[in-house]
T-cell receptor
């Protein structure tokens, strides 16, 4: 049973518009949520994170929103740029001292010029 | 500062052959992890280590062994490769004191094809 789900395998957005990537989770004990970005033939790179005690975290063009009652988080990219085209993974931390993460299946974002 | 490096970048094996994937990090990170990425499956944790000399099983450990003899290195071994182990393997490390942000830093990956 997948504890972290990204139900949209792909998303296409026009340059300059907003990109919204969604993630759902089932475990209410997750204490931290992260977004990673992955280009082809490269490893994932950390993008932004949010603690379970927050509902919003912003870093430049990237904002993550957390809705604990719905067990849902989203990543907003405004404005979207062609260089944002990549696979985005949502990840959740189980807590504890190991820093283990559980990843979603990823969403491929294509930003059209 | 090279970050996390992985060797080799690509390898083809025949069923039953063995090999070792090497991960090295130069950031003095305590924690290290091995993942595999398969289409439609995201990243799944194989094994991890919270310090030199310690290892633990992740979500999909069967068919793999690991060792962490030095803090900077984490080795992933396949004793008898199977076609089901065809995948892209990523190593990651996590810095000391980052128990709050949980951030992991990834290597570039090793693409393994088992025939």
């Amino acid at each position: 049973d997948q504890q972290v789900k990204q139900n949209s395998p792909s998303l296409s957005v026009q340059e300059g518009r907003i990109s919204i990537l969604n993630c759902d989770y089932t475990n209410s004990m997750f204490d931290y949520f992260l977004w990673y970005k992955k280009y082809p033939a490269e490893g994932p790179t950390f993008l932004i994170s949010i603690s379970s005690i927050k509902d919003k975290n912003e870093d430049g063009r990237f904002t993550v929103f957390l809705n604990k009652s719905a067990k849902h988080l989203s990543l907003h990219i405004v404005p979207s740029q062609p260089g944002d085209s990549a696979v985005y993974f949502c990840a959740a931390s189980e807590g504890g001292a190991t820093n283990k993460l559980i990843f979603g299946t990823g969403t491929l974002l294509a930003v059209q010029p | 500062n090279a970050g996390v490096t992985q060797t080799p970048k690509f390898r083809v094996l025949k069923t039953g052959q063995s090999m070792t994937l090497l991960c090295a990090q130069d950031m003095n990170h305590e924690y290290m992890y091995w993942y595999r990425q398969d289409p439609g499956m995201g990243l799944r944790l194989i094994h991890y280590s919270v310090g030199e000399g310690t290892t633990a099983k992740g979500e999909v450990p069967d068919g793999y062994n690991v060792s962490r003899l030095k803090k900077q290195n984490f080795l992933l071994g396949l004793e008898s490769a199977a076609p089901s182990q065809t995948s892209v393997y990523f190593c990651a490390s996590s810095p000391p004191g980052d128990r709050v942000r949980k951030t992991q830093y990834f290597g570039p990956g090793t693409r393994l094809l088992v025939l």
